[in-house]
């Protein structure tokens, strides 16, 4: 079974999570993630809902990651960040991204022999 594969672009999926009302920016600071409310958020906060990778063969600097993130609260809103030395952020970023859950993870084939 030929499972469906469409290409899709950064601006694609901002505009879903807009009309989805998704499009808060989690920001990261020391403190961990916010989302300009005064709240901080920590990993066992969040949880990833999806993570988009884009990946531009013509120029890496164009490559980059999109997390959808849900918060214990309820609030769901993403953080978007380039991939490797184009990073916008510095290593504690990636140390904390690498302890937020992903949900259904354990459920996921990640590949097919």
Same mark, same amino acid.
């Given at each position: 079974?030929?499972?469906?594969? #469409?290409? @899709?672009?950064? /601006?694609?999926?901002?505009?879903?999570?807009? $009309?989805?009302?998704? &499009?808060?920016?989690?920001?990261?600071?020391?403190?961990?993630?916010?989302?300009?409310?005064?709240?901080?958020?920590?990993?066992?906060?969040?949880?990833?809902?999806?993570?988009?990778?884009?990946? #531009?063969? @013509?120029?890496? /600097?164009?490559?980059?990651?999109?997390?959808? $993130?849900?918060?214990? &609260?309820?609030?769901?809103?993403?953080?978007?960040?380039?991939?490797?030395?184009?990073?916008?952020?510095?290593?504690?970023?990636?140390?904390?991204?690498?302890?937020?859950?992903?949900?259904?993870? #354990?459920?996921?084939?990640?590949?097919?022999?």
């Amino acid at each position: 079974m030929e499972i469906p594969h #469409e290409m @899709t672009t950064l /601006s694609a999926v901002m505009e879903k999570l807009r $009309l989805k009302k998704f &499009d808060t920016e989690f920001q990261w600071n020391e403190k961990g993630f916010h989302a300009g409310k005064g709240k901080y958020y920590q990993p066992g906060d969040l949880e990833f809902i999806k993570i988009y990778r884009f990946e #531009e063969i @013509t120029n890496p /600097s164009d490559m980059c990651i999109l997390y959808l $993130l849900e918060a214990k &609260d309820g609030l769901i809103g993403y953080s978007l960040d380039a991939y490797g030395v184009y990073s916008n952020y510095d290593g504690d970023y990636n140390n904390f991204i690498r302890l937020i859950p992903e949900r259904n993870h #354990e459920q996921q084939m990640l590949f097919e022999l």
